[in-house]
Each structure stands twice: as C-alpha cells, then as structure tokens.
C-alpha cells in the first residue's frame, strides 16, 4: 500500500521561508512522477510544482522563480522549497504520485495523495 507523509507546513510571515517534505512508502519510489498541489478555503486544488521521471520540473506561473521541487530517492523524499511567501500562498499543500501520465497538473492523473500540511502566510 503506497503511503505519502507530508511534513513541513507552518505560519510565517510574508517574504519568509518554508520546507515542505513528503516521505513516500510501500512502492518503489522512482516508478512515480510527483507533484505538490495545493487549496485554500473555497477554491478549487491547483497544481503548484510537478517532477516527471524523465525531463525537468515544471511549475504554476504563480510559483515560478520562488519555489523549487526536488527529490531525493534514496530517501524516497519528495521536497519543496517555497521562498519569498506572500499571503496568497496560504493554502493546505498536498503531495501526489503518479504511476501514469507525468505532464499535467490535472489531478485526475495522480494515483495516491498524503493528507496534506497547511501553509499560513500572514502580511
């Protein structure tokens, strides 16, 4: 049974940093693509960052230059740096595999989901 743990999430101020982490069990990791969205309070879940097995990483236009995706696979730990915060940010972020098509942000596409962490950017 896949698990995905995420970790991570916090309260900070605008302009301030924050790591999340989503720990991957129960499959071998490098068999997924992985990708992080994230919802906030009545709104629809977005995707926020995308690592396909093969090819680079992809972002939402909102994110892009002030987070970063990455991976370690021996830790089967999926990471994302998210810098320069701002309010708009605030949202619960999730960690989502994919055992399928890797180059979409449609989450339809992604197979297994941790429970989230939430993220709070306060101005």
Do not use: H
Not at 62 to 77: E, H, M, P
Request: charged share 15%.
């Amino acid at each position: 049974q896949v698990q995905l743990v995420e970790s991570g999430g916090g309260s900070v101020q605008a302009g301030g940093s924050l790591r999340l982490s989503c720990a991957v069990s129960g499959s071998t990791y490098s068999s997924f693509c992985m990708a992080w969205f994230r919802q906030a309070p009545g709104k629809e879940r977005e995707g926020v960052a995308r690592l396909p097995r093969i090819g680079g990483p992809a972002y939402a236009g909102s994110v892009r230059g002030r987070f970063t995706i990455s991976q370690d696979n021996a830790k089967n730990t999926l990471y994302l740096q998210m810098n320069n915060l701002k309010p708009e940010d605030t949202a619960m972020y999730y960690c989502a595999a994919s055992a399928g098509y890797c180059y979409t942000f449609d989450a339809g596409a992604y197979n297994y989901w941790g429970q989230g962490t939430q993220v709070t950017v306060s101005s």
